[in-house]
């Protein structure tokens, strides 16, 4: 602590991600990372880029990857804001629609960064508790809010709002700033990134740290209304300049246009999942129906953090949130089948003990 | 404009980097990038990273790249922190020391981002003249304020002050906390670095766009007391847990190792600096005494941003800040010998007309 600090960082209880550990010693499955490597063709674009341009600055608003993004589903690359991960993407959208006077609502199992950005701009929140079966029920949410948050599917339950029923409720709440954080969307679900161009309300965030393999470079994507884009934008500029770095702007672009190797590969995570989602509910686990690259479990008998560090001593890295009703749970990722293979084998032997 | 900004984020005046040609027609001397390119050892290990690796998140908090700069400077790794690029480290400094309570004071004429900052974080700021000879005199500083920043040295004058009065000062003012943003000082000044092991009321900023040759990669650090550090670190853990990719964090590593390709073209472009400020002088240009990658002139006669369009009429970018007492002068960076021979030859022109 320093007597510099100014009240604010006093204050702060900052994100606490999910273990990086140094040795690759162990099956990773704490931070729903992608087994699979990225694209080969954003590798070669990488490869062969010309690496003398790192002298220069990257294009301050990433051009070149709004312009995939905004190709890739169809819309102008003025609905799109590219950031240095969604995890930054989110906060500038934190700063720029809501503060002091203005509450956020978000449910009160979701991801967990969200009351930390509230924290950090002394942003008020209300947390609405999930139904008893983990759903998100959009009913539940009181209309005296500026706007929602969730992340559908959401974290760490895997459970899925289908578009139209958050249509409905564009509708319905049309002064409502409803953001839906799509960073599972992709394993199973359907973006709302289609309902842009018709609710100035709806902006839809999505990153290329899940379904495109390149969390190592630091990749988020905002879509919606151009107005609420370039909100986004005005606060950007007043923080960083040139967040998206020039080999990520490279090789996100390169990603997001190869529909081919996406869809194989995100295939390949559903079909895994989908696979172990049964053989754990026929070893007798409380398995919710993920539709994101976890699964999240409960093992009966077995209290969550115990679960976690008897993996762990397996070799085996998964996550639990030691917290209210989902203390039990585990959220595994999905790793290749034969990962996979060896967390199924890692339970039985914790629950035969 | 969306009825879902934040008034904040109606109040804002975003900083306006300069401009990013997207066709390479013209000599760049406009955003003091560097004109050779980076590290042929950072390139290497680029080329030979294992691009699988992507797929995971980068270390957190740039281990790696902390170890280097700490091994560089022989300091404790607890006394640096990486960012997204000097602009992202500063406004988490900014966020991380000042609110609403707590002043911040700074020359007139610096670094335009630091009042952004200032307006997005709501500090109040003050702005200290620079004397008639565009110094900063440090004695001019209020004792009521919280904080000081300043280039060392100063944009866009290139003016520069020793690290023995900075120290004077530190002594002398032991309760302000003095931020020193060293974009500039590999062009020979001296860092003042060696001093954060003495003085807990010093942070030093620095940048891997200029001198390293990777505006590209986006990498900043602060040099700072282990508290001051931690203060950063809280707000990056509030605002985006892993700012630095893994390639950036790599490259800008092997960068930082690589002494003699440093030493080489900083020396090349000190030497460039010198020869074509004595030209600018011999035909008669006011030139300060720049110890940055740039230098900053007046052409007599010639209104600073007519001289500006002229030049790029000619191919030439340089940039022009339309305001006080320096809206006649202009900041050409250091090109090679051949673009600075150019520009040279440019001037002549614009001043026979």
Chains 1, 2 share one sequence.
Not at 113 to 128: A, K, S
Not at 289 to 303: M, Q, W
């Amino acid at each position: 602590m320093s007597r510099f600090w100014s009240l604010k960082t006093h204050s702060l209880t900052p994100y606490v991600p999910g273990e990086q550990p140094k040795e690759g010693v162990y099956i990773k499955l704490n931070t729903n990372e992608n087994p699979y490597p990225p694209s080969p063709k954003a590798v070669e674009k990488i490869r062969n880029m010309d690496f003398t341009s790192l002298r220069l600055y990257p294009d301050p608003d990433g051009e070149l990857l709004k312009k995939a993004v905004s190709d890739y589903y169809n819309i102008s690359d003025k609905e799109v804001f590219v950031g240095n991960g969604s995890d930054e993407v989110l906060a500038l959208v934190f700063k720029a629609f809501f503060d002091e006077k203005a509450t956020i609502a978000f449910p009160d199992i979701t991801y967990s960064f969200y009351p930390v950005y509230c924290n950090l701009f002394e942003i008020p929140f209300l947390q609405i508790p999930l139904r008893e079966d983990l759903s998100i029920d959009l009913n539940d949410y009181p209309t005296d809010v500026k706007g929602i948050i969730f992340a559908n599917p959401n974290a760490p339950t895997g459970l899925y709002i289908e578009p139209r029923k958050i249509e409905e409720f564009l509708k319905l709440r049309s002064d409502t700033l409803v953001i839906v954080d799509e960073a599972y969307v992709d394993f199973g679900g359907k973006s709302c990134v289609d309902l842009v161009s018709r609710y100035d309300n709806l902006l839809v965030v999505q990153t290329f740290s899940k379904s495109r393999s390149l969390a190592g470079l630091r990749i988020g994507v905002a879509v919606g209304n151009s107005a609420l884009i370039e909100g986004i934008k005005r606060v950007k500029d007043s923080f960083n300049s040139y967040p998206v770095d020039k080999i990520a702007q490279l090789a996100g672009a390169a990603a997001i246009q190869d529909k081919e190797y996406f869809e194989t590969v995100r295939n390949k995570i559903i079909e895994t999942r989908e696979k172990t989602k049964n053989i754990f509910r026929e070893m007798g686990l409380i398995v919710t129906d993920s539709k994101a690259n976890f699964l999240f479990v409960k093992i009966p008998g077995i209290p969550g953090p115990r679960a976690m560090e008897k993996l762990r001593q397996q070799g085996i890295l998964v996550r639990n949130f030691n917290t209210g009703r989902i203390s039990d749970y585990l959220r595994i990722t999905i790793g290749t089948d034969e990962e996979m293979a060896k967390v199924v084998e890692s339970i039985k032997v914790i629950m035969a003990e």
